[in-house]
């Protein structure tokens, strides 16, 4: 066998043993430390940095920075969705279609909520729902 950091076999064997030690951290971890699933609350700045399409006409716009996007469109009759390729939030209140997502990560009803609060605070929200990539409606 040649040992030679440029073998392939020498290459395949060595990710297997790195495979498995990470594999013994783990069980490690959720044997020593805990099992549980560790997820929190993260903050979300929506403050967009950038507004790359606006329509004074409307009040329609298209705003976003480097983790967040934030869209509306005049209310319709069926909603609306932009096309975007991350999981987003889609809702209506009564003069506006709004859609709110995020880049890296994902959003979640409470933060939602708060956005909405932010935004239109008081006023009432109907079809709100959530869009994943692959296109499934989530209610």
Request: glycine share 6%.
């Given at each position: 066998?040649?040992d030679?950091?440029?073998?392939?076999?020498?290459?395949?064997?060595?990710?297997?043993?790195?495979?498995?030690?990470?594999?013994?951290?783990?069980?490690?971890?959720?044997?020593?430390?805990?099992?549980v699933?560790?997820?929190?609350?993260?903050?979300?700045?929506?403050?967009?940095d950038?507004v790359?399409?606006?329509?004074?006409?409307?009040?329609?716009?298209?705003?976003?920075n480097?983790l967040?996007m934030?869209s509306?469109?005049?209310?319709?009759?069926?909603?609306?969705?932009?096309?975007?390729?991350?999981?987003?939030?889609?809702?209506?209140?009564?003069?506006?279609?709004?859609?709110?997502?995020?880049?890296r990560?994902?959003l979640?009803?409470?933060?939602?909520?708060?956005?909405?609060?932010?935004?239109?605070?008081?006023?009432?929200?109907?079809?709100?729902?959530?869009?994943?990539?692959?296109?499934?409606?989530?209610?």
């Amino acid at each position: 066998m040649n040992d030679s950091i440029a073998d392939p076999e020498f290459l395949l064997l060595n990710r297997e043993r790195q495979f498995a030690l990470e594999r013994d951290r783990r069980h490690w971890f959720t044997t020593a430390v805990t099992e549980v699933p560790l997820r929190t609350r993260v903050p979300m700045d929506f403050t967009p940095d950038r507004v790359p399409s606006h329509d004074p006409q409307t009040g329609a716009f298209d705003a976003g920075n480097d983790l967040t996007m934030l869209s509306r469109r005049p209310r319709s009759a069926d909603g609306w969705e932009p096309s975007w390729g991350a999981r987003f939030y889609v809702w209506s209140n009564p003069d506006w279609d709004w859609a709110a997502g995020m880049l890296r990560g994902d959003l979640d009803d409470d933060t939602i909520a708060g956005l909405q609060a932010m935004l239109h605070p008081g006023e009432p929200v109907d079809r709100q729902r959530r869009i994943d990539k692959d296109g499934r409606r989530r209610r």
